[in-house]
């Protein structure tokens, strides 16, 4: 599976932004993969933001974006978004997606495919 990542930008505070993933793979091996997007801040670690079961019915958030942002998927077009709204400086980051076995997992260990990550700057 090949994932490409794409849709960052530099926005203000407050604004909104939506980034893509489209994965580079036969649909059945798509649509059977929980997708998940972390994020990576100059500096420190990637850290989980979002993911979504592969049915896309289940989500789960990190505390940092609940409220703000929302994971999608659409596996005709082997496709996962997110929406980020309300940005805020500290979410300046690389954000990557990838491919895992579930909406809960959270750490970076547990997710075996990867994009290159498409950079999201945000201004105060």
């Known amino acids: 599976v090949q994932l490409q990542a794409s849709g960052g930008g530099l926005v203000q505070a407050g604004d909104s932004l939506r980034v893509s993933c489209v994965a580079s793979?036969?649909?059945?091996?798509?649509?059977?993969?929980?997708m998940g997007w972390f994020r990576q801040a100059p500096g420190k670690e990637r850290e989980f933001v979002a993911a979504?079961?592969?049915?896309?019915?289940?989500?789960n958030y990190a505390d940092s974006v609940r409220g703000r942002f929302t994971i999608s998927r659409d596996n005709s077009k082997n496709a996962v978004y997110l929406q980020m709204n309300s940005l805020k400086p500290e979410d300046t980051a690389v954000y990557y997606c990838?491919?895992?076995?579930?909406?809960?997992?959270?750490?970076?260990?547990?997710?075996?495919?990867w994009g290159q990550g498409t950079l999201v700057t945000v201004s105060s």
């Open positions: 979504i079961s592969w049915t896309g019915r289940t989500t």
């Open positions: 990838a491919s895992g076995p579930s909406y809960l997992a959270t750490s970076v260990n547990e997710f075996g495919y």
């Open positions: 793979s036969s649909v059945r091996t798509f649509s059977r993969d929980a």
